[in-house]
């Protein structure tokens, strides 16, 4: 019987890290690398650094990715938190939970589970099932900790219900920025049930009652400000693992993909496009999210000051 992909694919993966072709801390390839290499699914490709981290291969790095363990690293995780494998000894939420963000802030959403967390921990994986309910119930409870950077509004406030309202924006931003996984995983239309996500529509309403708003309109604005900067942000994670597995930045993707988009223009009649185009490839064009989520606030707060203010 031929064996499955993922015990293939660890096992080339295996005989690199061993024959030093993969050496200590070098980067091993993402669970994207593995599907586009290997054509195989993203569930495989997880299961393929599952079996390497299991063997003490390799580990994750925030913000690196998963790269080569050295020999004095197995099992450097199970001797700092005192447990031995199968064992769940001293866990306890927090730690499954701070665990999980690590290895999304790393590698990710799609690379944590269950089992990852439980053998990184050093604990089998059905004892994490004593802390949180499943996977779902773990990704809620890692976004209301990280949600719950972006804090409360400072005290003294910043003057003025604008001023308070983009200081919150700011603040929301920066945490997206330090965890590139988190505004995917809120959901808009049915948001998590989480203390800090609560705390910081507290925040942001508070802000409002200075214009003494009805509710309807007040949660509206509350709500459109927020999915400016939740949506800016959904593109934080996709760009870092495209810098990451290319090595090339966005704006030297766009140099360099320059000519191919524009003669791709030039087989449609898109004059405008073109003139545009033309005139930002001579002058230059800095496509920066962080410039661009800033710009897009100020231009939508302009419009709600207008509106609400009046």
Request: aromatic share 4%.
């Amino acid at each position: 019987m031929d064996e499955p992909p993922s015990t293939r694919i660890a096992g080339e993966l295996r005989e690199r890290i061993r024959s030093g072709e993969l050496a200590q801390g070098d980067r091993v390839p993402s669970t994207r690398d593995i599907t586009r290499q290997w054509g195989v699914a993203m569930a495989t490709a997880t299961k393929v650094l599952s079996a390497l981290r299991d063997e003490g291969l390799v580990r994750a790095v925030p913000g690196v990715g998963t790269v080569v363990a050295g020999p004095d690293t197995e099992p450097v995780r199970r001797r700092a938190t005192g447990l031995r494998a199968g064992e769940d000894g001293g866990l306890v939420l927090d730690r499954i939970v701070r665990h999980g963000i690590a290895i999304a802030d790393a590698e990710g959403l799609a690379a944590v589970s269950m089992r990852r967390v439980g053998a990184e921990l050093g604990a089998a994986t059905m004892s994490l099932y004593r802390h949180v309910a499943d996977k779902d119930d773990l990704v809620t409870r890692m976004i209301d900790v990280a949600f719950g950077e972006v804090g409360a509004l400072p005290d003294p406030p910043p003057s003025g219900w604008r001023a308070q309202v983009e200081a919150a924006a700011h603040d929301l931003w920066a945490t997206f920025r330090r965890h590139p996984w988190l505004a995917a995983a809120l959901s808009f239309t049915r948001p998590q049930p989480t203390v800090a996500g609560m705390a910081y529509s507290d925040r942001v309403l508070t802000a409002l009652e200075e214009l003494r708003l009805d509710a309807v309109t007040a949660f509206s604005a509350h709500l459109i400000v927020f999915d400016h900067v939740r949506g800016a942000a959904t593109s934080l994670e996709p760009e870092r693992q495209a810098e990451a597995d290319t090595g090339v930045t966005g704006d030297e993707w766009m140099d360099t993909r320059g000519p191919e988009l524009r003669a791709t223009m030039a087989t449609r009649d898109l004059p405008v496009l073109v003139r545009t185009m033309d005139e930002l490839m001579t002058d230059g064009y800095d496509h920066d999210l962080d410039a661009l989520f800033a710009t897009g606030l100020t231009w939508l707060l302009d419009g709600l000051e207008r509106r609400l203010a009046g």
